[in-house]
C-alpha cells in the first residue's frame, strides 16, 4: 500500500529478486508520494540528494546538493521505470480495509476506485508504506468555510491561485514555510507570518553541482559513492547534538551564529529565536528563510491562528489582518495514521486499537497480533539528522529477510512475540530519554497522544540497520508451521542470509 520510496523500494526488491507475484495499490493517479503531493514552490529536500537516494541505484547527474521536488520525483519515476515495478502499480485505489484471515492465513485487501467501485485483494504478506507525512493538517479554528479567497495546504499547493500582488497569509513556520515563503515571497503583495513557535535554523549551503563532478560520477561511481559514505557519517555525528546537551550547544551555536549574521535588527532576532533546545522540533535548514522575513512587504506575527473570516484571519493575539490567499503550513499528524484504523488483524483488532494512540512495533517494523505485517516506515523509524531512506532500505531488508524465513521454515505467516516488541519498544523509549527529542521542552509532531515520541529512531541509523538487519527467530512466532519446524523462544534457527541462501537453493 502506498507508491513513494518505500513502496517502491519493495517493489524493486520484489522484483530484483525475481519475485513477480505482488501489487502496489496507490490511492493517487500517480505514484511518488510526498514527492508527487508538495509541489510548493521551493519544495527541495534538505538532506543532500547523493544521500538522499536508494543505496542500489546511485544518480549522478543531481543538478544541485539539495535538489528540488521535480528533479526527486523524476529519479524516483525513473529508477521504478528501470527496475520494471511500474506494471505492478494499480493506481487511483483506494485501501478501505484490509483484514488478516485467520482461516485463510491471507490478508483480504478491499480497495475502492473513483467511481465508487469496489475491489477485493488477497495477498500473503501486506506492506503497509502509506508515509508518515501523506495527510495534511488544519488547524480546527472557527471560519475556515467562510474565506473567500484560495485557502490551500502547503501539501496541496493551488497553483492556479494567483498570488502577484496579493495579501498572503501564512500560518506556521517550519520546513514546509521555510521552503515556499522565499519562493513566493518577491511576487506576493504582502506576506503575514503567523508564526507561534521560531524553528532553529542551520545554514544550508546549496549549490549546483558542476559539470564536471556530475562527469566524474558518471564515470568513476565509487567517487560519489565515497561522498555518500561521508556525508552519512558526518550527519551521524548529527546524533550527539540531540543526544546530549554539550553536544545540542555546539549547534545552537552555529545556528545562533546564522542567525545574528542574517538578521541585523536586535528586536526581530529575539523573536526568531527558539527558546526550546535544539533538534526538539525539526531543525530547519535554510540560507534564505531570515533574508525573506526581513522584505519589507513580510510582516512576521508571534501569533498562532485562531479565527477565519471572509477576508481576514484574526491571530491569537486578538489582532485581525486582512488575508486574499491562507496557505497552510501546519504540517502533518505522523502518529495518528489514517490506515490504523482500516487494518484489522488476529481476531478482528483493528491497528488503530492495538496501538492506543502510541505507535510501536518491533524492530520498527512488525506488530504483535498482525501476521505478515510490515509497516514502513514504521514507528520509531522517523529521523530529525539525515535520510530516512537509510531507515527504509533497513526496513525493506528485515521485511525480506522475514518472507525469507517463512519461505525456508514452511510455515504460512509470521509476526513477532508480544515479549519481543515490549522489549524493542522499552528499549528506543529509554534510549529516547533526556533526548532532545522528548525533554528539549517544546511540543512537535515527534509525539503521540500518549506524549510517547512514537516517531523518531533515538539513535545513530547504524545501530538501527545492524540490529533489524536479520530475523532473530526466537523473536518471531510461526503461524500455519509445517510439522517439525522449531517455534519456540529460545530454539536457534539458522541465521537469514543461510536462511536466504536455503531458499534460493530450494
Ligand atoms: P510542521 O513542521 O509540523 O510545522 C507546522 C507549523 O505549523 C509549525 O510551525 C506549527 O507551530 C504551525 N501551526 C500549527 N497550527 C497552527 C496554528 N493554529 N496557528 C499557527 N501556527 C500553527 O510542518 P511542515 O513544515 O509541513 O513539516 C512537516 C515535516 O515534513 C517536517 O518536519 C519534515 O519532516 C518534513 N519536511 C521535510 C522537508 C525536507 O526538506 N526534507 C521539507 C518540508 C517538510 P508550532 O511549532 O507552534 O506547533
Same mark, same amino acid.
Given at each position: 500500500m502506498g507508491s513513494g520510496f518505500a513502496g517502491l523500494g519493495m517493489a524493486i526488491q520484489l522484483r530484483r529478486r525475481g519475485e513477480h507475484d505482488f501489487v502496489v495499490l496507490e490511492r493517487?493517479?500517480?505514484?511518488?508520494g510526498v514527492w508527487r503531493d508538495n509541489t510548493y514552490p521551493g519544495c527541495a529536500c534538505d538532506v543532500q540528494s547523493v544521500l538522499y537516494s536508494y543505496s542500489f541505484a546511485p544518480n549522478p547527474d543531481w543538478s544541485r546538493r539539495y535538489a528540488p521536488q521535480a528533479e526527486i520525483l523524476d529519479y524516483l519515476l525513473r529508477v521504478a521505470r528501470d527496475e520494471g515495478v511500474l506494471p505492478h502499480v494499480r493506481l487511483g485505489r483506494e485501501v478501505t480495509r484490509a483484514a488478516w484471515d485467520e482461516g485463510a492465513l491471507r490478508w483480504r485487501i478491499e480497495t475502492r476506485d473513483e467511481a465508487g467501485r469496489v475491489e477485493v485483494e488477497e495477498a500473503d504478506a501486506l506492506v503497509l508504506a502509506a508515509g508518515a507525512l501523506s495527510d495534511p493538517v488544519y488547524p480546527r479554528v472557527p471560519g475556515l468555510e467562510r474565506f473567500e479567497g484560495p485557502a490551500f495546504h502547503s501539501a496541496h499547493w493551488d497553483h492556479a491561485a494567483a498570488l502577484r500582488g496579493r495579501r498572503v497569509v501564512v500560518v506556521g513556520s517550519g520546513a514546509s514555510a521555510a521552503q515556499f515563503v522565499p519562493a513566493i515571497q518577491p511576487r506576493v503583495g504582502t506576506l503575514t507570518l503567523l508564526q507561534r513557535t521560531p524553528p532553529w535554523v542551520l545554514p544550508r549551503r546549496d549549490r549546483a553541482r558542476p559539470a564536471w563532478v556530475r562527469r566524474l560520477a558518471r564515470r568513476v561511481p565509487a567517487t560519489q559513492a565515497a561522498v555518500r559514505r561521508a556525508l552519512y557519517v558526518g550527519r551521524e555525528l548529527l546524533v550527539a547534538g540531540f543526544r546530549w546537551r554539550a553536544f545540542g550547544r555546539v549547534a545552537e551555536w552555529e545556528a545562533l551564529r546564522h542567525l545574528r549574521r542574517q538578521v541585523r535588527d536586535p528586536a526581530l532576532r529575539a523573536r526568531l529565536t527558539p527558546r526550546y533546545h535544539i533538534g526538539c522540533k525539526r531543525v530547519v535548514v535554510s540560507d534564505d528563510w531570515y533574508p525573506a522575513l526581513q522584505a519589507p512587504n513580510v510582516t512576521v506575527a508571534d501569533a498562532g491562528l485562531a479565527e477565519v473570516r471572509a477576508r481576514s484571519v484574526v491571530g491569537t493575539d486578538g489582532v485581525e489582518r486582512p488575508a486574499d490567499v491562507l496557505v497552510f503550513a501546519t504540517g502533518f499528524r505522523p502518529t495518528s495514521s489514517p490506515l490504523a484504523p482500516l487494518v484489522y488483524g488476529r481476531g478482528g483488532r483493528a491497528l488503530a486499537d492495538a496501538w492506543g494512540g502510541s505507535p510501536r512495533a518491533y524492530a520498527g517494523t512488525t506488530v504483535p497480533g498482525f501476521p505478515n505485517l510490515f509497516v514502513v516506515?514504521?514507528? #520509531?523509524?522517523? @529521523?530529525?539528522?539525515?535520510?530516512v531512506l537509510v531507515m527504509i532500505e533497513a526496513q525493506l531488508a528485515h521485511a525480506l529477510a522475514c518472507l525469507d524465513h517463512l519461505r525456508a521454515s514452511g510455515a504460512a505467516a509470521l509476526e513477532p512475540r508480544a515479549e519481543a516488541e515490549a522489549a524493542w519498544t522499552r528499549a528506543v523509549d529509554a534510549r529516547m530519554r533526556a533526548t532532545a527529542w522528548v525533554a528539549g521542552g517544546c511540543t512537535s509532531w515527534y509525539l503521540d497522544a500518549t506524549g510517547? #515520541?512514537?516517531? @523518531?529512531?533515538?539513535?545513530?541509523?547504524w545501530r538501527f540497520r545492524r540490529l533489524v538487519?536479520?530475523?532473530?527467530?526466537?523473536?518471531y512466532a510461526l503461524l500455519g508451521?509445517?510439522?517439525?519446524?522449531p517455534n519456540a523462544p529460545g530454539v536457534a534457527l539458522p541465521a537469514a542470509d543461510a536462511v536466504a541462501r536455503g531458499a534460493a537453493r530450494a
Open positions: 493517487a493517479r500517480a505514484v511518488g516506515p514504521g514507528p #520509531n523509524t522517523g @529521523l530529525g539528522h539525515t535520510s510517547r #515520541n512514537s516517531t @523518531l529512531w533515538p539513535d545513530v541509523t538487519a536479520r530475523v532473530r527467530p526466537a523473536d508451521a509445517a510439522a517439525g519446524v
